[in-house]
């Protein structure tokens, strides 16, 4: 892209972005098109990252394991579930993964563990989300069990209307009463650490960052 192109683009997305800066906004653009690399210039393809690549950024920049955490942090960025992460969805969904307020960053929360998108997290899915993001215990017989007996347990602090599953309003409650149960169910935001060096690296110069696809 050239540069009155890329300029165009970079004034246009920061005026639309909420929690960065028009350098910032700047810097992402630049990192973006490094990651997607030739792929940009030709004719005919939908420039943009697709869930491999996406996945590893979360993995080996955000430190992220957990396979279906990082396939529901994919979908909170790809709007449009076109199965690539565009230039405006890049930009949109960083801003809120770094900078969004404690009440974007809930909705972007449960959304990620809502997995079958109907608007309730069930024990079915605390469970599976539990499984996943918990190491086990060579010791432990039947660990399963134990997982059940925490779904339990979560659901005792965070069902305020005790219907057996959280809705919006029940997990909205639990975490500004509690915000580390933010995360109840999986990291699918980043550590501050992690966060703090990725916006050091990518704002002083995106083309240093050291993450190739």
């Known amino acids: ?11 246009s997305l920061a005026k639309s ?14 990192l973006f098109y490094n990651l997607v690399g030739d792929a940009a210039e030709r004719p005919g393809t939908v420039t943009g990252l697709d869930r ?28 449009d579930n076109d199965g690539c992460i565009s230039i405006t969805e890049w930009i949109n969904g960083l801003s809120l993964f770094l900078r969004g307020t404690l009440e974007e960053k809930m909705k972007y929360c449960f959304d990620v563990f809502d997995l079958n998108g109907d608007g309730f997290i069930s024990k079915e899915e605390m469970f599976h989300m539990l499984k996943n993001s918990l190491l086990r215990q060579p010791s ?7 997982i059940k007996d925490l779904v339990e347990i979560t659901l005792k602090k965070m069902d305020c209307d005790h219907d057996g599953k959280l809705s919006f309003a029940d ?14 169910f999986g990291p ?11 916006e050091a690296q990518v704002f002083k110069d995106p083309h240093e960052f050291n993450y190739e696809i």
């Open 1 to 11: 892209m050239n540069r009155k192109k890329l300029q165009k683009l970079t004034d």
């Open 17 to 30: 972005c909420k929690h960065f800066n028009k350098h910032e906004v700047s810097c992402l653009v630049n």
């Open 52 to 79: 491999n690549a996406f996945r590893n950024i979360l993995h080996m920049t955000f430190g992220m394991t957990d396979d279906m955490i990082m396939d529901r942090v994919f979908r909170g960025f790809d709007k």
């Open 140 to 146: 432990e017989e039947d660990p399963d069990e134990g």
């Open 171 to 184: 997990y909205e409650q639990a975490v500004r009463e509690e915000t580390l149960l933010l995360e109840a």
């Open 188 to 198: 699918c935001l980043p550590d501050p650490k992690s966060q703090m060096e990725f």
